[in-house]
């Protein structure tokens, strides 16, 4: 059963509601009793009636608890697997069965890659329509069946598509798991068939699922709604979570000795995504766009990677480099590292 599965919620509210009415029932035997009676229950019994009833009121609030957080962290999508929660890392192999998708559908070839090049870095877990507007088939981000290919999506020229994928870096090693891919309906359209699109790297707060992106910032939707009304270029959405290496904070760091995660993002995450769709390599089509931690991040790649982005969208993110008991030793304790991290001293001292 999913951490974010309405099953879950209701299951856990359920359980409170019948610990609830089980207590009212079950509250009046547990009474000891006025006077005499109570004396005469002796010492153990009257320590069991007081433990039960202290029993039932710790049951009903822990499962009431339980619920809201469950609810909490569904709406706000702070978690999105048991895995995640308990900071396991989480793989294709060992994907939970809960999860709404199947396990991995195919690879997709990078178009006009050597044979024996690189192997694919991109695997998808499923596909899904887009948030199209006026969507008069499955919800969005719904799993269909039978496809195999990318443009057999039926209802894909009109919604566009999401897919679940995972992002390995073949230079980092590091891996992406549960990220989502928005790819406009132009996409698929005869008449965009030699386009290359521009792409955005959507990243999480922290901590924070990347299906957020999609039903809490509404990321997808409205880039849909915005090119509808003429607003707004197709762009294609590549939508992952802050920290490859959670449960730790790296604050898209390259920490000495350890995982290299800005590189992850600036240079593995870019050359994927541009081995297996049709995105543009130039700069000047690349973008990063984050919130909270996502939005430090997507700044900080901007400003120390301006060869990859070329714009950098930040909602309610900060600029400093941030040290405590989740991100650990980011700088290797080196002051004009964290310096090198902190955005308000790049600004402050450009090189």
Known sequence: MGLTSGSLLLLLVVAAIGWIIATVLVWPRLAPGPGSRARNLGTGRLAARTAGRAGLLVGSQALVLAAFLVWLNGYFAF??????????????????PADPYPKLVRTIPAAGRPSRGLPDAVRFYGFGLGPGRDHPGPPPHAYLPG?????????????G????????????????NSGYVYLPPQYFRRAYARDKFPAVLALTGYPGGAKSIIDRLGLASTSARLVSEHHARPVVYIMLNVSPVFPRDTECTNIPAG??????????VPQAIERAFRVSASRSDWGTLGYSTGGYCATKLAMMYPGTFSTAVSIAGYYVALKDDTTGNLYGSSQAYRNENDLDWRLRHPS
Request: cysteine-free.
């Open 79 to 96: 978690y999105g697997s048991w895995s995640q929660l308990l900071g396991n890392t989480v793989t294709i192999k060992t994907a939970k």
């Open 147 to 159: 496809v195999r290919r990318l443009e057999r999506l039926p209802g894909a020229a009109r919604y």
């Open 161 to 176: 598509m999401l897919a679940r994928v995972q992002i390995k870096g073949l230079r980092t090693g590091l891996v992406a």
């Open 259 to 268: 995982p290299q995660v800005a590189t992850f993002f600036a240079v593995d």
